[in-house]
């Protein structure tokens, strides 16, 4: 979200262009006051939504933790900790939730190390290699719009069963390149579908509704 705390408000009769500038309003054109109309108000019913789905995983961490804490307590039991993986489900078994710990990990420098080694054997295998390992090493160490590489790529290499000494090297240096950054914490919803009765994860992004 972008820190308006800086901006100083905009006068009476006037707009602000997106390079800063105050544009009388008489200037500024019908379909541009559409646009930033249809714009603005999608945005913040956006944030509203972002707002609700933060209220919803706060609530449902806070009751899943009081159900384990509650379920610890009739068996005396001392929790350990709150990191752990948890399923809950209804009564009747139509819906479920997950509660998923997973660790963040980022790749030191001794990711270029095994990029070379990969690039050496790329280099050897040049004549009559498939094409096909060439795309997924270039896949593999693609950044994104961060910078940053992407991790499930990466380790997709991991998967590869590749005799040769020089890649097996690679691999130990991708292995020794892994780091924890942290950890991170998922819900997921789940309800049955149909007569099958197979689980079917409830959408909360855009792209999956």
Known sequence: MADTSTIPATPEGY???AAGHLVPEAQVS???KLRDGVARSLVESALAAHAQLAALKKQALASIAELVSISAAQYEVQMGGEKGNV???TYDGDY???RAYAE???FTEQIEAAKELINGCIHRWSEGANA????????AFRTD?????KTAAVLELLRLEIDDAEW???MQAIRDSIQASGTAVYVRFYKRIGPSGQWQAIPLDLAAV
């Open 15 to 17: 707009w602000r262009n």
């Open 30 to 32: 019908a379909h541009d």
């Open 87 to 89: 399923q809950i489900t």
């Open 96 to 98: 479920k939730i997950l």
């Open 104 to 106: 963040r990990i980022i």
């Open 132 to 139: 096909n390992i060439r795309v997924l090493i270039d896949r």
């Open 145 to 149: 719009s961060k910078g940053q590489l």
């Open 168 to 170: 097996t090297n690679a």
